[in-house]
């Protein structure tokens, strides 16, 4: 569908050509791991 490196057109064109968000092909994040947390909450006290 969408080639990251195609040498022609940009992530952000494939995108426009078949109708999705550029934030859509990326897909949703991956949040923060549980150490993170922990360590932000320890930081946070």
């Known amino acids: 569908m969408i ?3 195609h040498p022609a057109l940009s992530i952000t064109r ?5 109708g999705i968000s550029r934030s859509a ?3 949703p994040g991956k949040g923060d791991s549980p150490l993170n947390l922990a360590l932000t909450k320890l ?3």
């Open 43 to 45: 930081i946070d006290a």
């Open 14 to 18: 494939q995108c426009v050509l078949i």
């Open 25 to 27: 092909w990326y897909g």
């Open 3 to 5: 080639e990251a490196r």
